[in-house]
């Protein structure tokens, strides 16, 4: 299938897992250069002052027993971490990756007697004939998927380019209608723009 | 190098979370009981022996702050953690695919246009001003929809700057009118001599 194209249904949550890569990426980038400095000999005072390396470690190291023992700092770390491993945990489920195959045979109908289908490719046609048959439309391209059909066009006219777009838009929307498929969202990409002639000097 | 960037924020994003979310779970856990042991505070950190890690990352805290070898080892380890981010910020921050102008979305779906060709379908409308030599569009997309035609454009002697730009905005409004377009445009400097 060398047609075939790869999509994969994402979550919206998979932002928070970039925001905590991107927090992530800055601290790396950040304490990096704080080793270095330390490496290359700057004032340990100043990097501190600059990052706080020092104040926290100082601090963790300080922490005792008694510090975290109390029956409220044990609920709220306890009601916190549960939050954290609900929340971070569903979030990390939403990453894993849901890939599906876009280009799939249409299915028209199915009974005892048989089924009807429709080739992909034969509906990247029909959308191709439609759209290049606007005269300001050089050549067309579709690209059937489950979900839209969408086709790259390539135009000659720029002063015809809003219309070219629409019109191409309707005329495939129109040749599905016609050929009795159903309907489905048409996206049209302008990909190519093929300018005949130079500018005319005036 | 960008589809390893994004694979890799991937693949950390994932690792990330799972650490986030056990850590919570150990806290959480380790939250029961007081003490030293059983499930409590200062049984995990015997379990994790915080003692003995505090005394290293004391001891290794001295060295680089004091002279001698551990500077070289921390420079390196330094410039690779650094380095590391960058990839990661790259794999964060750039789009995975080319970012298409969003020119209009309706019910029947979505018009759109790559950056390029609808620069050059620009650059032939304002180059059709009388009075401009030479005209050079950038697309800047918005987004969510629509964009901007950033237009630089060269004169001849004769013409008239503002005359130019009033001429080229009428021009433009073919593309700027129907679509979320907005155009700008600059004419700074007089050009190639037509004759």
């Known amino acids: 299938m060398p047609r075939q194209r790869l999509r994969e249904r994402t979550s919206p949550l998979v932002i928070i897992g970039r925001l905590v890569t991107l927090v992530f990426a800055l601290a790396l980038v950040w304490y990096g250069l704080m080793t270095l400095l330390l490496a290359l000999k700057a004032s340990s005072a100043t990097v501190d002052s600059l990052s706080g390396y020092r104040t926290a470690f100082d601090w963790l190291s300080g922490l005792t027993q008694r510090d975290v023992d109390s029956g409220a700092t044990r609920a709220i770390v306890a009601g916190a971490g549960l939050l954290a491993f609900l929340f971070f945990g569903y979030c990390a489920l939403k990453q894993i990756p849901r890939p599906y195959f876009a280009r799939r045979d249409l299915d028209l109908s199915a009974d005892d007697r048989g089924e009807v289908k429709v080739e992909p490719r034969a509906i990247e046609r029909l959308a191709e004939v439609a759209a290049a048959g606007h005269p300001a439309v050089t050549e067309a391209r579709g690209r059937y998927a489950i979900d839209d059909l969408s086709v790259d066009i390539t135009v000659r006219r720029a002063r015809d380019l809003a219309d070219a777009l629409r019109e191409s838009q309707e005329r495939v929307v129109d040749a599905l209608r016609r050929h009795e498929l159903p309907a489905m969202p048409v996206n049209i990409i302008l990909t190519g723009y093929e300018r005949r002639h130079r500018r005319d000097i005036q | ?195």
Not at chain 2, 57 to 82: I, K, N
Not at chain 2, 117 to 135: D, I, K, M, N
């Open chain 2, 1 to 195: 190098m960008i589809l390893l960037a994004h694979a890799l924020v991937r693949l950390v994003s994932f690792v990330l979370l799972v650490v986030l979310a056990l850590a919570g779970l150990t806290l959480a856990v380790f939250s029961i009981s007081t003490g030293t042991t059983g499930p409590s505070l200062g049984g995990l950190a015997d379990l994790l022996s915080l003692a003995t890690l505090r005394d290293t990352v004391d001891s290794w805290f001295a060295q680089l702050e004091a002279p001698g070898s551990a500077a070289a080892t921390a420079a390196v380890c330094g410039l690779g953690a650094m380095l590391l981010g960058f990839v990661l910020l790259l794999g964060a921050l750039l789009p995975r695919r080319e970012r298409l102008v969003t020119l209009d979305s309706g019910d029947q779906g979505v018009l759109a246009a790559r950056r390029r060709p609808l620069a050059r379908a620009a650059t032939a409308l304002v180059e059709q001003v009388r009075g401009v030599s030479e005209a050079r569009v950038r697309v800047r997309p918005r987004r969510r929809a629509g964009g901007r035609l950033v237009v630089r454009t060269s004169r001849t002697r004769s013409a008239d700057p503002d005359q130019v730009k009033t001429a080229a905005n009428e021009q433009l409004r073919a593309l700027t009118d129907p679509f979320k377009l907005k155009s700008r445009i600059a004419v700074p400097r007089r050009g190639a001599r037509v004759e």
